[in-house]
């Protein structure tokens, strides 16, 4: 699904899982058709699991926490349900970690659809999904609508209130997606505490006054229809078919001098992040081999001329360690050299098995930098890997240096 999109729902009871590399608060708010929560009973979290007719149900951190609704059981003038979901550890954002939910018939668990929201950035916090009713349909939209104030500011917006001292209300992150209508005022029920602890007062969110086009790049596909060929941003799951395609990878990046100009020697590194963008280990020209050999580095190119990738880099993703969840592909002109100097930079990622090229993302800007990072595969509490298209430019000549930024990148 993409923002905004919809689906009519051909079962009573749907499941909503929504899942990213670190863990996730999920919560399910019951909505009449003001907008508003009814009561504080209609708000369902881990401290109050169960509603009419909604449920929530933990992952324990080893797979991804759930809403599930059944609309026959909901209460008389229950239109609408919201999915939220907010990073667990404090103050962290979405940057770099974007979620996924999976909307699953609820008997079945067979999959009804899946939206990831592009293009997160400031956002603690998320309207994922929604449920609703609509000409006596039920159906699921896509909305991806962030906050940058928690989860107290997606309770304020829909007539929960914390009981918390009086502060400063810090402004909403812009919605990834078109919000919708606003309501007439209600008023608000106390729920407290609700987060385990003090939360910041809520703004309601900054909105367009109508539907934004997605950024250029924005959005996440699969291997569905074969070879991939990503623009800067644009994400892919490395699934076909619903089901993980790869367990051995190569990463193969090349470049040429530009003009024909001297000789250029780039390296070409991973770096391995751990769920909380902790710093795992690096694999570059000095260190050839890392993680129990499940990443390996073909060695050093000094020059870039000639055919083909100039340096490879072999991830075993059945064989990397539990706590490697983030890999970031970089490049470095350890020889001092611009980008501006650089040529027909790419990277590949390539089935081991098969050889087959499968994702490629072609650097079709440069900036007078001597570090770029290419590219990152985070992996999912499913199990698949999504790769990312980078091409962000950083001021240095070795791994070492691409560390902190790359952490921030995730």
Same mark, same amino acid.
């Given at each position: 699904m993409t923002p905004g999109s919809n689906l009519p729902l051909n079962t009573v009871g749907v499941t909503v899982e929504v899942a990213a590399p670190v863990r996730l608060d999920v919560s399910g708010l019951l909505l009449a058709a003001d907008g508003k929560v009814r %009561? $504080? @009973?209609? =708000?369902?979290f881990y401290n109050q699991p169960s509603g009419p007719g909604v449920d929530y149900r933990s992952?324990?951190?080893?797979?991804?926490d759930s809403i599930t609704v059944d609309t026959g059981a909901l209460p008389a003038g229950i239109e609408r349900i919201v999915v939220t979901a907010s990073p667990d550890a404090a103050g962290q954002t979405f940057q770099g970690i974007e979620p996924t939910a999976t909307v699953r018939d609820a008997a079945s668990g067979a999959v009804i659809a899946t939206f990831t929201p592009p293009q997160l950035g400031a956002e603690t916090a998320l309207v994922v999904v929604e449920v609703y009713l609509r000409g006596g349909v039920w159906k699921v939209r896509a909305v991806g609508q962030g906050y940058a104030?928690?989860?107290?500011g997606i309770a304020t917006d829909f007539g929960v209130s914390v009981d918390e001292e009086p502060a400063a209300a810090p402004? @909403?992150?812009a919605p990834v997606a078109p919000p919708m209508p606003p309501a007439p005022p209600a008023p608000a029920h106390p729920v407290s505490p609700w987060l385990g602890g003090p939360a910041p007062a809520a703004a309601a969110p900054a909105a367009p006054p109508a539907p934004a086009a997605a950024p250029p790049g924005a959005g996440k596909i699969n291997l569905d229809k074969g070879r991939v060929s990503l623009q800067k941003n644009q994400t892919v799951s490395l699934v076909k078919g619903g089901r993980p395609l790869l367990s051995q990878v190569k990463m193969g990046l090349g470049?040429?001098?530009? =003009?024909?100009?001297a000789d250029i020697d780039l390296d070409a590194s991973v770096i391995a992040y751990g769920p909380q963008r902790n710093h795992i280990d690096s694999c570059y020209f000095g260190k050839l081999s890392i993680l129990g050999g499940a990443i390996k580095h073909s060695g050093d190119n000094l020059t870039g001329?000639?055919?083909? $990738? $100039?340096? /490879?880099? /072999? /991830? $075993?993703?059945g064989r990397l360690p539990a706590e490697a969840t983030g890999l970031v592909f970089t490049v470095n002109s350890f020889s001092g050299q611009k980008f501006t100097e650089v040529a027909k930079a790419y990277c590949r990622l390539i089935d081991a098995a098969s050889g087959e090229e499968l994702v490629r993302f072609d650097l079709t800007g440069a900036e007078p930098q001597t570090g770029v990072m290419m590219a990152?595969?985070?992996?999912? =509490? %499913?199990g698949e890997w999504e790769m990312t298209a980078m091409?962000? =430019? /950083?001021? %240095?000549r070795t791994v070492r240096g691409m560390v902190k930024p790359a952490s921030q990148a995730l």
């Open positions: %009561s $504080d @009973a209609d =708000f369902i992952g324990g951190g080893a797979a991804p104030n928690g989860l107290a402004a @909403a992150a470049w040429e001098p530009a =003009f024909r100009g001329e000639g055919a083909g $990738d $100039d340096e /490879v880099i /072999v /991830v $075993d993703l990152k595969l985070i992996k999912q =509490f %499913s091409g962000d =430019f /950083v001021k %240095s």
